[in-house]
């Protein structure tokens, strides 16, 4: 698709990049973006998986190599407290769609209330509330709301961890929206909520690799229906 609009078409190691031995390029997910690839649709695409499998670690590397600030925000922002990130997103190369805007932003919940102090010191003209003063769900609405609003790559790293149940299917609603203005999301979740959004691309992420699955086959999804149909059968394994 040389053509194509949406920000970044495919995601592949850059020129001289070579697997090494060491964190991050043992990671299964990691090692298979830097050998064959990635190619993103438009729209929006999950990562899911379990904890450790690379979700986070690939979505934090596009958006700071697309050039978001690795604490979150837009392509504008130059937020910086401790530099925590991996060197992946030096070593990634993004083939961007022709014409494809430029403009993007970074959710990433671990860090918000650093963004929201940086938002307090650097005021814009958007009226943005006190966000130290809302709770962290109403921050991230409200972030929501001020800046899920142009065309542009939305990287998002586990925005669920903020969100109740009825904020998460708000959110399912803003990333259609999104995508339905011709935007392109890039989102690591655990949440079978966030990731029903139909039409959406799934990507399982784990020890095999990176692999497109289905909703209903999402492993994720398996295990929260069995627990809430029966919590003991695993409370008591723990409890």
């Known amino acids: 698709m040389p053509f194509a ?4 078409r495919r995601v592949a190691a850059a020129e001289g990049v070579s697997l090494s031995g060491s964190w991050p390029h043992t990671i299964p997910a990691v090692r298979q973006v830097l050998t064959d690839g990635l190619d993103l649709d438009p729209g929006v695409t999950f990562l899911v998986g379990e904890n450790g499998a690379g979700k986070s670690t690939l979505v934090e590397a596009i958006a700071i190599a697309f050039g978001m600030s690795p604490e ?18 030096g070593q990634l190369q993004l083939t961007r ?13 671990e860090t918000m209330h650093g963004f929201y102090t940086y938002l307090e010191q650097n005021p814009g003209a958007s009226g943005d509330p006190n966000f130290h003063e809302l709770s962290h769900g109403e921050g991230f609405l409200e972030i929501l709301r001020s800046r899920f609003n142009s065309p542009g790559l939305y990287c998002l790293d586990e925005p669920e961890s903020a969100l109740s149940f009825s904020s998460s299917l708000a959110l399912v609603g803003v990333l259609a929206e999104l995508a339905a203005g011709g935007a392109q999301v ?38 929260w229906k069995a627990y809430l149909q029966e919590p003991a059968r695993y409370l008591r394994h723990v409890l």
């Open 72 to 89: 979150g925000g837009s392509t504008n922002a130059r937020l910086t407290t401790r530099a925590t990130e991996s060197p992946l997103s």
């Open 97 to 109: 769609g022709a014409g494809a805007p430029r403009w993007g932003f970074f959710l990433r919940a």
């Open 5 to 8: 609009t949406h920000p970044v």
């Open 186 to 223: 890039l989102c690591a979740t655990h949440s079978p909520v966030i990731a029903a959004l139909p039409d959406a691309t799934i990507l399982e992420v784990g020890e095999w690799g990176i692999r497109r699955t289905g909703w209903e086959d999402l492993q994720l999804v398996q295990n």
